[in-house]
Structure formats: C-alpha cells, structure tokens
T-cell receptor, first 114, second 114 residues
Framework: KQEVTQIPAALSVPEGENLVLNCSFT??????LQWFRQDPGKGLTSLLL?????REQTSGRLNASLDKSSGRSTLYIAASQPGDSATYLC?????????????FGTGTRLTVIP | NAGVTQTPKFQVLKTGQSMTLQCAQD?????MSWYRQDPGMGLRLIHY???????DQGEVPNGYNVSRSTTEDFPLRLLSAAPSQTSVYFC?????????????FGQGTRLTVV
C-alpha cells in the first residue's frame, strides 16, 4: 500500500523567507503528484500537478520538484508572505484504480509571521 | 462558475440517525469521489464514481452508501451514524480517464455524531 509522509508537520517562518516543504512516498510507480493548499475550515485548492515524466513544475512563487526514483517531492515557496499561511498537502494516485483516486499525506501546517 | 458544492456545511447527528451529504459539480466531470479527513490521518477515500451509474468502494467504505444517477450529483449516505463517523467530509471531482487531471474539491461538511 502506498504511504505518503510529509515532514515537518508544522513550520513557522518569518515573512520574506524562502522555504521548502517535503513529501515522500513509498511506491514510485506513480502517474503524477499533486500539491494542495488547505485554509482552516476550507476545502483543498490544487496548487501544482507534476506528471511522472516531469522533474519540476512552477506557478508564480511556487516550484515543485519530483524525484520518482527516491520517492520524494519538494514544494519550494519563494519570498513567503503571511497569506501563504495554510496547510499544504501532497497526494499521489492509487496506482491500482487509476489516476483519479488519491493517497494524501497528513500535511505541513505553515505559519508565516509578519 | 460554482465548481464543487457541498451541503450542508455543518451537521450534528445522534447515533443511529441517517442522513445524506450532498455534492454537486457544474464542470461536467465524469469522476467524483468522497473523502473523509481526520486529525493526524490525512484524507482517506470512501467511495468514488467514474460516471453516471458507476460507483466503487475506496479505502474506508463501511457505513456509507453512494449512488450516481446524474453526472452532476454524487450524494453520500450515512446509513446509521456512529461516533466514529465524526469527521470532515470532502467531495472532489475531475476529468476521468486521464493520468494527469487536476482534482477540484468542495468546501467540506463537518459532521459530528453524538
């Protein structure tokens, strides 16, 4: 069974700092990996989707990398802002049932201090 | 464009009661699914559907029923609520039959069973 781990569980940084969130998975036979943002009491918003053939994907101040062979992905946030405070989740598909069903990590709760 | 809409946002049930959590999407997505989110455990898949009339079980299906009579709607039924079903429930949708499809989530339903 696929296991997805996110470390650290919580992270607090001063505004303006660059930071890296980590995601690891045990089964490297993945179609893609998605990073989501979840604000308190809200749903999940997709940030980036990296296809298995890609090494990186960028959106604004966010950059996600994928290393399938080592079972790792990182989400890099440049010049962090208080508005970036949220929980960040990574997810990979259930290989057996196709690309739409997702295994989620437990998330990293990020706090950016003004 | 409403995206994925879940109702109600909050619900309190007594043990043994039944209820239906509603989910609707207006993006013409074939694939819809239900997850539950519990502290320290991440999101886990309950049931999913790849199209009208087709449903299947996810990781934690016991105590829940689903049906998919239209493309737009995917209700989740709790047959006899138990305290262990206290959780936050999320509905998601995406284009099916694609290995690189972004998932869209509703705002969640916070359910408490007493």
């Amino acid at each position: 069974k696929q296991e997805v781990t996110q470390i650290p569980a919580a992270l607090s940084v001063p505004e303006g700092e660059n930071l890296v969130l980590n995601c690891s998975f045990t089964d490297s036979a993945i179609y893609n990996l998605q990073w989501f943002r979840q604000d308190p009491g809200k749903g999940l918003t997709s940030l980036l989707l990296i296809q298995s053939s890609q090494r990186e994907q960028t959106s604004g101040r966010l950059n996600a990398s994928l290393d399938k062979s080592s079972g790792r992905s990182t989400l890099y946030i440049a010049a962090s802002q208080p508005g970036d405070s949220a929980t960040y989740l990574c997810a990979v598909p259930f290989h057996q049932t196709g690309a739409n069903n997702l295994f989620f990590g437990t998330g990293t709760r990020l706090t950016v201090i003004p | 464009n409403a995206g994925v809409t879940q109702t109600p946002k909050f619900q309190v049930l007594k043990t043994g009661q039944s209820m239906t959590l509603q989910c609707a999407q207006d993006m013409n997505h074939e694939y819809m699914s239900w997850y539950r989110q519990d502290p320290g455990m991440g999101l886990r898949l309950i049931h999913y559907s790849v199209g009208a009339g087709i449903t299947d079980q996810g990781e934690v299906p016991n105590g829940y029923n689903v049906s998919r009579s239209t493309t737009e709607d995917f209700p989740l039924r709790l047959l006899s609520a138990a305290p262990s079903q206290t959780s936050v429930y999320f509905c998601a949708s995406s284009y099916s039959l694609s290995y690189n499809t972004e998932a869209f989530f509703g705002q969640g339903t916070r359910l408490t069973v007493v």
